[in-house]
């Protein structure tokens, strides 16, 4: 099962974007599925429509990334010592209470973690876009780089380009430091103190 979860994260992400454009693509797979389950033909414009197109781009790249940050959550939830769950039912807590009072505190490390590359691979994200959509339709899925390289090597405004790179970079590089500021800093000197103990 982890393998089944992971192996998206492993393809790349075009061709990942160019298998989705044909599932997504009108009378596609999952028209298809839709009309075999209805009494008419169903022809659903997932990515021409603009009310639903950022929601099939949230589906794709949840499908693509779904594995990496389960991972994450999964090494984080091996750190976990079985003695404190075992302490705890112990104690009479109750399977909430328990992960409530001990395994959600000691993940949030991992959490933060996959929090923050999130955030860092949405303002950065491009390949699957550009692929998928291009942007489009009428600009409802650009995101800041598919943005950029519109701009820049589609219309040749390469200064205006440059100036939307510089707010990406900019942005990615606020996120790192509030990340260092008060997420790894306070992750490290837990570690320090429990190593020092």
Not at 2 to 25: C, D, G, H, K, N
Request: hydrophobic letters at 55%.
């Amino acid at each position: 099962m982890r393998m089944l979860f992971f192996a998206p994260y492993v393809l790349s992400e075009v061709v990942t974007a160019v298998v989705w454009r044909q599932i997504f693509r009108p009378s596609g797979a999952i028209d298809a599925v839709i009309s075999g389950v209805s009494s008419h033909d169903f022809q659903g414009l997932w990515l021409a429509n603009p009310k639903i197109v950022l929601y099939s781009l949230f589906f794709v790249i949840t499908w693509k990334y779904f594995g990496f940050h389960m991972m994450i959550m999964l090494a984080g939830l091996q750190q976990i010592p079985d003695e404190l769950q075992e302490a705890a039912a112990i104690d009479g807590a109750s399977s909430w209470q328990a992960f409530r009072c001990i395994t959600l505190p000691l993940l949030a490390p991992a959490i933060r973690v996959s929090v923050f590359l999130s955030m860092i691979g949405s303002i950065q994200l491009f390949d699957v876009v550009w692929v998928l959509t291009g942007g489009g339709p009428i600009n409802a899925s650009n995101t800041m780089a598919t943005y950029m390289y519109d701009w820049g090597f589609e219309r040749h405004h390469i200064g205006y380009a440059n100036a939307v790179s510089v707010i990406v970079f900019g942005l990615s590089l606020l996120v790192a430091l509030a990340y260092q500021r008060w997420a790894l800093r306070r992750d490290v000197e837990g570690s320090l103190t429990a190593m020092g103990a």
